[in-house]
Each structure stands twice: as C-alpha cells, then as structure tokens.
C-alpha cells in the first residue's frame, strides 16, 4: 500500500489563527476516510491542504508522493478529484451538465477552447450514466435541482480518474430522499476496488457511507482521534470531538450517533437540544 496523503506536524495560521494545529495524518491506496467535526473545527482546511489548494504554515505535507512546496500544483491537481461549496459555485450558470463534467478532463471549470476526444466524451456519458443524472446531460448547471447539482459534481470529480477523490460535504442541502440515494453511490464507489483513495467531510455519521475504513475526528484545528472507523468512532472520541455526550450505533453498516443525558439517549446531536432527564 502506497501513501496517497503523508502530514506530519501541519500547522496552517490565518490572521494570526491556528486553523490546523499540528496535523499528523496519512492515507494510502484503498482507504476509506471520513473527516468528522464541529462547525468551525478545519475540516475543510484540512481538505484544501489534501487538494494541494493551501500550503501548511509549517510542517510537510505530501499529497500524492509529492512535496507540498516543491510540486507543481498545476500538474498534481488534475490527478485529484474534488467537490466542495466553492468549486459549486465556480462553476457557471449557463454550463452544460456534460460541459460541467468533461472540463475536469483539463481541470477547468467552464468551457472555452478545449478539444475533446470521443473517449472523453464516452467517459463523461458513463459517469452521468453512473450517477443516475444520463437524462441531464443537455441541461445548464443552473437549471438543476440541488441534487442533482450534486451529482454532476460527483461525475465531474470523477471525469480525470482521480488518484484522490476528497469530497468535502457532497450531500449538504439534499432532503433525506436525495441523501439517501447519494450516500448509497458513495457507498458503492467506496467498494469497488478500482477507486481511488477517498475522503469525505460531514458532520453527521448517518452520512458515512457503507465500506468507509478510517475515521478522523477533528476539534479547534486537532485531531482528537483518527485510525480505523471501528476503533475510532466510539461513543468517548465523538463526545469529545463534539463536546457533548453522545451514543455511537452501526447498524448494517450504517453509523448513528444520539445525544446522551444523565444516561438517556435523547436522540439529539445539537447542545440546544438537549434536555436533562431530571
Ligand atoms: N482566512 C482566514 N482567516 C482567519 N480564519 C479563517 C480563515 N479561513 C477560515 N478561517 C477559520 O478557520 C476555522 C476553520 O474553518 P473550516 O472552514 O476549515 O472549518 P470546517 O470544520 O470546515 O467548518 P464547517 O463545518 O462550518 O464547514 C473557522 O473558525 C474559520 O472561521
């Protein structure tokens, strides 16, 4: 197994603050990762390092088999596949859904002067084909509902065969319907062997998908935990990396976490939820 991610002691300061404190995490080929943790607690940053998008402050950081600070970014870019809010919004209105996932292929987002050959063309049909989204291929960006918005993204992020495919909140907006349906995509892109290396952000467990191997939970920049998700996500490290009392279920595969207090679940994850049993 080769090394996909390598950090050790990242440390990334913006305006004086420490969003990544001391970061020593590393992925290879065939890992499975999800990136669990509060609002505010870097996982995003941590995933714009891993798209070799930012430059830790300090420490070393290798994406890929290479130096962050001594690649060229433009050249290990292309080999990774992203979605995230902002790469969303980059892209334009007025774009076709095909447009929108064949421009991975040169790592643009927007169409311009680009060629395409019949192989990309195949290539981006069978990822709209895979992501249920075949139909769409003619429309604009612009005129999709969230989800299906989100599926684009998926395919796109796919369109380069990405050696790292870091997806950062692919279901954040979707009704339970829309989730479901992508949490079950992922959970089958997660089991075919031929994927690359994955990490997915989240903020909630019950959008973990089925085969995901490895968990880092993530607080004020540090990781709290991280190693394989049966060891890590366990009713102590998610309390911790949440700062309440929480119960951790995995039921066929699927992961669920309630709020817990003075020993009753209470089936709530959020702090103003939470009612004393008293
Ligand atoms: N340029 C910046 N200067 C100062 N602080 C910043 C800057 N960019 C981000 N931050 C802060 O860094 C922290 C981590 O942000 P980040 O977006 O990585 O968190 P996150 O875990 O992804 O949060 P969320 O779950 O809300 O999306 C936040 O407190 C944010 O306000």
């Known amino acids: 197994m080769s090394d996909v991610l390598e950090l050790a002691d990242v440390t990334l300061v913006r305006s004086g603050n420490r969003l990544l404190d001391q970061i020593t995490w590393s992925v290879s080929d065939g890992d499975r990762w999800v990136i669990l943790g509060p609002n505010g607690a870097g996982k ?109 993204q998926l395919a796109r992020a796919l369109m380069a065969d990405p050696e790292l495919l870091l997806l ?51 607080t004020g920049g540090r990781v709290v935990a991280a190693g394989p998700i049966g060891d890590t996500l366990t009713d102590d490290n998610l309390s911790a990396c949440f700062g309440i009392a929480l119960r951790v279920t995995h039921d066929d595969g699927r992961w669920g976490a309630r709020a817990v207090t003075d020993g009753v679940t209470i089936g709530s994850r959020s702090s103003a939820d939470v009612v004393s049993s008293e």
């Open 44 to 152: 995003t940053t941590l995933l714009q390092i891993a798209a070799a998008q930012m430059h830790p402050t300090s420490g070393y950081a290798e994406v890929l088999g290479e130096l962050l600070g001594a690649v060229d970014v433009f050249e290990l870019r292309p080999r990774i596949g992203l979605t995230s809010a902002a790469l969303a919004e980059r892209i334009p209105r007025d774009e076709s859904v095909l447009d929108v996932v064949r421009t991975a292929a040169y790592a643009v987002v927007g169409r311009w002067r680009e060629a395409y050959d019949d192989i990309d063309d195949d290539r981006a049909s069978w990822l709209l084909e895979r992501m249920g989204i075949a139909h769409l291929s003619g429309r604009t960006f612009g005129t999709l509902s969230e989800g299906e918005r989100k599926r684009t």
């Open 168 to 218: 950062d909140e692919p279901t954040a907006g979707l009704d339970l319907g829309g989730r479901e349906t992508l949490v079950a995509t992922m959970g089958e892109i997660a089991a075919d062997p031929a994927s690359p290396a994955t990490v997915l952000v989240t903020h909630h467990v019950e959008e973990i998908p089925t085969g995901f191997t490895h968990a880092l939970l993530l």
